[in-house]
């Protein structure tokens, strides 16, 4: 199997797609191209020393004196992860099982793999790769089958929700779903929600544009359920790009190019040189949700979205997009922040709806006003007419007496 074979889109409805690694593709830097070509090559190993850029941008470092993942299980629904990269020595992959085949333990796909690599790759000598939730352990669950098949269709679907139903009973605090499917299949629904009762938090893809059968704007599923959190991706620049689909079920947006992580059984790979892939965003923040988890273990699903959506970083603190949702993921600022109803954004859990003041002009009811001063002004108004009908008086006297007699 090729690399190019190996890193396909991967159809699993009409338009249910695992988002394609770029496996080798060029970049915008020719030595780091060459590189690459040279070093992902299936069946050789081998490691890049430089650190994925996505974790500076991200503040790893800093997130890291907060939370690291460690005690929280985040579920990898997708094609498998591959327990011969160096990246999972014993004990980071717990259990797993498989719901189209194969072993859940071996990716033939590469996907699955660099995801999981994404949220808790551990160091590798030599390799500059590791998880943004670096301590957290990996469920794999498998739904996407090795090879594609006619049948897979009707598979795919019920498998992804087999998938997400078991890695909530296994204990997934996170289940990072990057698929996705312009379907609101009730099996889907049923299987997010069933998760969020049980206390786990639904991570899921916005939609690739260039790997979907349907590329216009509008919701993907599982992504688009009101209790998942839906991903979209950013470029080196931290802005949205249109290979991710947009719309209303939008919430958050990572990095999703050029992304340097573990590459099925042989080490280490940048991904996804030509554009951004919701894939790799949606890993992004499943990490910083793991971190959360870990630093709020008590406030379950819910309050973990709400507080990576009001703590992203955004234009307009009380107001959202199609395009990015509610922003960049922020793990420091999502880790550190206080938070209460008064904090611009979206609605804590519970909350009720903030007023809002109607702009434009309003009457103003004018309405007469007693003057407390009235009797003070007859008064002087009297002391007035009286001190003039003297003076008259007194010059009508004085004229009297001047005029001559007869």
């Keep these: 199997m090729g690399a190019a074979a190996a890193v396909g889109g991967v159809v699993l409805l009409s338009a249910l797609t695992a988002a394609s690694p770029a496996a080798a593709a060029p970049s915008s830097s020719p030595a780091r191209a060459v590189a690459a070509a040279e070093k992902c090559e299936e069946g050789k190993v081998a490691y890049l020393p430089a650190t994925p850029t996505a974790l500076t941008r991200l503040g790893a470092n800093r997130a890291w004196q907060l939370a690291t993942g460690r005690g929280v299980l985040v579920a990898v629904v997708d094609s498998g992860v591959a327990e011969r990269n160096g990246h999972f020595p014993d004990g980071v992959l717990v259990g797993g099982r498989s719901f189209a085949g194969g072993s859940p333990r071996a990716d033939e796909r590469a996907h699955g793999t660099a995801v999981a690599g994404i949220i808790a790759a551990r160091p590798v000598q030599r390799s500059g790769v590791v998880g943004l939730a670096r301590d957290a352990r990996i469920l794999p669950v498998k739904v996407v089958p090795d090879e594609q098949r006619e049948e897979d269709g009707e598979v795919g679907v019920a498998a992804l929700a087999q998938g997400i139903r078991y890695a909530s009973e296994q204990g997934a605090a996170v289940i990072n779903v990057s698929l996705s499917t312009t379907t609101d299949d009730p099996r889907l629904r049923s299987a997010v929600r069933f998760a969020t009762a049980k206390g786990a938090l639904v991570v899921a893809s916005a939609g690739n544009r260039l790997t979907a059968e349907d590329r216009a704007d509008g919701p993907r599923y599982p992504a688009a359920y009101p209790e998942a959190v839906a991903v979209s991706a950013t470029d080196a620049n931290d802005a949205v790009t249109d290979d991710s689909v947009h719309g209303q079920h939008v919430d958050l947006v990572a990095p999703g190019r050029d992304v340097l992580t573990a590459w099925g059984a042989w080490g280490d790979c940048y991904l996804s040189q030509e554009g951004?892939?919701?894939?790799?965003?949606?890993?992004?923040?499943?990490?910083?949700?793991?971190?959360?988890?870990?630093?709020?273990?008590?406030?379950?699903?819910?309050?973990?979205?709400?507080?990576?959506e009001v703590t992203a970083a955004r234009d307009r603190r009380d107001a959202r997009t199609d395009t990015a949702g509610w922003g960049l993921v922020q793990p420091v600022e999502a880790l550190t922040a206080v938070l209460d109803d008064r904090v611009a954004g979206p609605l804590a859990p519970g909350a009720k709806p903030r007023p809002t003041e109607t702009p434009g002009s309003q009457r103003v009811a004018v309405r007469p006003v007693a003057d407390p001063l009235v009797g003070d002004r007859?008064?002087?108004?009297?002391?007035?007419?009286?001190?003039?009908?003297?003076?008259?008086?007194?010059?009508?006297?004085?004229?009297?007496?001047?005029?001559?007699t007869a």
Excluded: I, N
Aim: aromatic letters at 8%; glycine letters at 6%.
């Design 276 to 308: 951004a892939s919701t894939s790799y965003a949606t890993a992004y923040v499943s990490a910083a949700a793991a971190l959360v988890a870990q630093r709020f273990p008590t406030d379950g699903p819910a309050q973990w979205k709400h507080r990576l």
């Design 378 to 404: 007859r008064q002087v108004v009297w002391v007035g007419v009286a001190a003039g009908a003297a003076v008259l008086g007194l010059a009508l006297v004085r004229l009297m007496r001047r005029r001559p």
